[in-house]
């Protein structure tokens, strides 16, 4: 786990040291001018979407619109997040089943692509590339072209109306890029470490659990993030396979919470902002193992 | 695929030139990695439980015409004659080319931000951190959230970009951004591009991270200048990661269905109508899942020629590394 | 309309003379009244003459019904069972005291038969199809569905659906319109019973009108008025005139566009003639021509509707409406009661403005046009499916006793309270039709646009027809990628493709 903090290598960039010290580089200050309207093209639509939820039904459709409302209102808040109306209830169960059914998505993800990508990497068995290749082109389907079959099929299976039947099919959806991702990673890792360890007496299992696994931790926390991101976001399937109200995940709460709200946009703005938080967060406190998940696994030189 | 396997080719007895002893021979080899399989076997077995049904299921529909008063069990085998209605359907090429509009717009955008922010973010300096977690964001915001927001800023009556672009008297009217032919494909292309630069970036910042830093130094103490240094040295180094970037934006973008799905649902008047969105509606909006399938079976041939160069670029130097 | 309700005390013999004039056919014009109100009476069964606002007045309160009675002569009280049940029930977009029926609507039913043990699920309109479909066609569909009338006859065609009418649960078709009876009916057997039968009106912002130097108190009588009105708003006042809405694949569309079409001597197919055989392709004649014309010097030329009516639903009308920013839409007499619930619900200065938005609330007619004044006949059936189709089989008890339950007077009134007229013809002579009556503001008016109701046809393809072709035909002129006359034509090409694949 010695690589885990930010090195500080890092610093090194195809602008170096010496650049630095011209204070009026002229690139320097087309990257920040660049990084200054990038900023505000990727943070607007965020603000303006907190900035709406805080509204009264009334102040979103003023034209011109009150940049800044007058009267703001934690009222859409309050609604979304208070077990006591039925809209609340409503929204924390499909705010709970999403991170159900995306734990286990991510959970069952890591479970099976770990010994996949490890033995994509590791061993030679024949059709080994061949199952790989396979792998990796699930992510060629278009996911909607399935919608009906895999509705029939699930019924054949009895999951319609299930989580299951999600947590089955975002299942596959975040594999490919998992076992690609950890597979690079255990690429990388010497072959030599196992094998040092298995001389001093382990089983193979065991040199795989305590000298592969804390070394591809990154990786596997970046797939971890990675399938729960997916899981959570996805709709159309939701849409599709879950009936019940208690069973419906957020994306497909969210719409509905739409269709029949009309254009109580602030409640709409709400809910895409409590949506959006628990993920964000996510995302900010994991993004280092990202980032370096990404060098080692998927960017082999 | 077609890919052969290089381990089968390994140890082939020297004398054996008949067919039967090289079958039993893999089949052995088979049975010696038989523990081996057991590895890959949940995640093989998920797939294909997932996928083989589906992908015969629309193949072998898409022979039948399902017209929307038959059940689907009275189904007409009308041979490939769907594919010839696919083929031929005005809706199909304005579909098709909106799709590549989409499709190579979004990606072109999205990868060019994202590398640039990479190479801005790329060294030391205070809020960094800050900085790439925000710009991060949008890639994690759910697509549906998404949608709803910037259909929201977009809104042709309240929008606040229109509201903007009056108070700042570039226009009269507020613009009109989902509601006209014109400027639909470029507003979703906007929102695309929102939600997937900070992966091209994150992706393109990991492959910077590759680009040995004595080279850089090497080549400004022989006189390069900072665009010399970029084209030299970085291009070369992150080309591989640029492929796969580029085309993993590719198969995502082919594959979109939700933003445009909730933005517009394909309009007005088909006017940002691609391919899958098109599926769809002809799938459950006009309940033609013959012809649906169709069009999928004609999409996943397209798909398979592009999953070659996908697998080749995901698979790069793996055989070097463990030939 | 005034000229029937003039004719309210006549109202009962014409009615009868009325029934044999037109079943004879050539002695319509020997009845007396416009031989285009005859025409729809024809399709929808509502006697013009006879269903005046006065005569409802008149029958409400005056027979008394014993729903437990008439249930359990169906299905026993200690009948133990389960069933599915999906409907469009009240949204949030919905006023409050539908919440409060739908809740009434589950606890009488669970008093009256508690050893059902009940699975609903309140989809929303749009949604609902779509989300059917697959489920039949995955053997996962519910026992019993309360469908839009446009939608049944398509799962009906593809025998999907059992074989089930009013005998089923003891009532008879007498019952119900004759119209709404037709959108049940496919091949001559029954596959529904009706639930509620609707129609709209225009609202409108009376101090709008004022501050355009319109008469606030009368709405537009002809469509070519309106499409004036909207424009006078716009340039008087800068607010939106006319609620368009232009969406497609969603149901608002047609129950807005179908009347202008209809009213102009238009329409999709002959559904708006006499005798209509469903044949004949209507969307590309003069008429239908003259009608999306309107609607283009509406969006594009004068620019007085919302721009935004190519993605909005009608729900997306309230808002601008109840904060003063649109002039009159087409919509259901619960839209008064939103209205009011939205004002409750307003504070500050919001309130003052929606406060007055309530107060100039005013509601009228459908504009006419040059053939009829039209409204779609809306509404809608519980069918029961099949039970091959049905997730854990049929329990046709269970699907008896909730329908028996829900189109009987009592519920069929409750349910449609504020938005529409009870499916079962008796729920008009019951005293909730009464406290209806008296309660509910413009409720009246709704119902005096009965006679001029439209069903949508009775074809399988309806679906398509209303919901994507017809609204597609409408975008492509708004967004001028075609000339009116290449919309309509492309429309007709594809309704006729459509109608011949049969």
Known sequence: MSGEAPSPSSGRGWVSEGVRKRKRDPWRIAGNVFLTVLIIFAALPMVWMFITSIKSQFAAVQYPPEWFPRSPTLDEYRRLLLPTSEVGRDFLRYMFNSIWVSFATTVLGVVVAVPAAYAFSRFRFPGRNLLFYSVLLRNMFPAVVFLMPLFIMMRWMGLVNTQFSLILTYLTFGLPLSIWLLKGFYDNIPVQLEQAARIDGATRFQAFIYIVMPLSSPGIIATAIYSFIMAWNEYVYALTFINDKSRLTLPVGLQRFFAEYATNWPGLMAASFIMSVPVVVMFLILQKYFVKALTEGAVKS | ?323 | MSKSKDDGILSRPLGRRQFMAYTAGAGVAAAGLSSTALAQASKTGVDPAKWTAAYIKSIAGTETYDTAAECYKVVPKDYKGRLTYWYFGPTQASPQIEHDLDKQFWDAFKAMYPNIQVTALNLNYNEMIDKLRTSAIGKAAPMVVRLPILAGVEFAAKGQLMEFGPESVGYSKDEFWPGAMKSVTWKGKTYGVPTNNETMALIWNAALFKAAGLDPESPPATWDDLVAYSKAIKDKTGKNGYGMVARVNAGNTPFRFMPQLWAFGGGALDEAEENPTYKSIFVNNDASKKALQASYDMYVRDKSVPTSALTNTQNENQDPFIAGNLGMMIAHPSEYAVMLDRAKKATGEDKKVADEVVANMRYGLIPKGAARRAVVFGGSNAHVFRPDLVDGGLDVNAAKAIIAFATGPEWSTKMAWVSSNPGNLRGFKTKWMKERLETIKFLDVTTSMLPNGIPFPVVPQATEIMNIIVPNMLQNVLTQKMTVAAAADTAAKQIKELMNEL
């Open chain 2, 1 to 323: 695929m077609t890919l052969a396997t290089p381990t089968t080719t390994i140890r082939k007895p020297a004398s054996a030139g008949a067919v039967r002893p090289r079958k039993l021979n893999i089949l052995q080899r088979i049975w010696k990695h038989r523990h081996d399989y057991l590895y890959v076997l949940p995640s093989i077995g998920v797939m294909l439980l997932v996928i083989a049904y589906p992908v015969y299921y629309t193949v072998y529909l898409s022979f039948f015409n399902t017209p929307p008063n038959l059940a689907l069990e009275d189904k007409i085998y009308v041979g490939l004659d769907n594919y010839w209605r696919v083929i031929t359907a005005e809706s199909v090429h304005e579909a098709t080319w909106n799709t590549w509009v989409w499709t190579l717009w979004s990606t072109f955008l999205a990868f060019v931000i994202g590398f640039a922010a990479a190479l801005a973010l790329n060294h030391e300096f205070r809020g960094r951190g800050l900085l790439r977690g925000t710009l991060l964001v949008p890639y994690v915001i759910s697509a549906v959230a998404a949608a709803y927001i910037w259909r929201w800023i977009f809104h042709s009556d309240f929008g606040v970009v229109g509201a903007i672009s009056v108070a700042l008297g570039i226009t009269e009217r507020p613009i009109n951004f989902l509601d006209n032919v014109d400027i639909v494909m470029p507003s979703l292309i906007a929102v695309n591009v929102w939600k997937e630069f900070p992966f091209a970036m994150i992706m393109m910042l990991a492959g910077l991270q590759t680009v040995p830093e004595q080279l850089l130094r090497a080549a400004q103490v022989d006189g390069a200048n900072a665009w010399q240094r970029f084209w030299h040295v970085t291009v070369p180094h992150v080309k591989g990661v640029t492929l796969v970037t580029v085309l993993l934006l590719l198969v995502t973008n082919l594959n979109s269905f939700t933003i445009p799905y909730i933005m517009t649902g394909g309009g007005p008047a088909g006017a940002s109508e691609i391919w899958i969105t098109h599926i769809y509606q002809i799938a459950f909006g006009r309940i033609r899942f013959g012809l649906a399938s169709a069009y999928s079976v004609i999409l996943f041939v397209i798909m398979m020629g592009m999953g070659y160069f996908y697998v080749r670029a995901l698979t790069r130097g793996d055989d070097r590394s463990h030939g």
